[in-house]
């Protein structure tokens, strides 16, 4: 997700009972959905997230936005939109769920 107006990218999960809701809520806030991927657990969600952001972290980047601009959680999976792009991001997120599933079988 991007929010152009505060300059910051965002990863994110939720559940698909709760997807709807909480994308719109977001939205609402002036966040854009870049990409999205389902997955079979929230445990396999939650591994992926913490992935890319331990990868952005350690590439120097830290969280971008406070919790007072995040209304509904989750700036601490924020991240300057200068310092990588959507691509980039995405491109982590699919090595991440590479890396998950294949550490399950």
Known sequence: MTHWSYGSHKIGIC??????????????????????????????ARQVEQGVINKVRMRGFPHYLTADLMLYGGYTETIDAEATTLPELWAMVNSELVRVISSRQ
């Open 15 to 44: 559940n698909v009972a709760n997807r709807a809701r909480r994308l719109g809520s977001l939205k609402k806030s002036g966040w854009e959905t870049f990409k999205t991927v389902r997955v079979a657990n929230g445990d396999i």
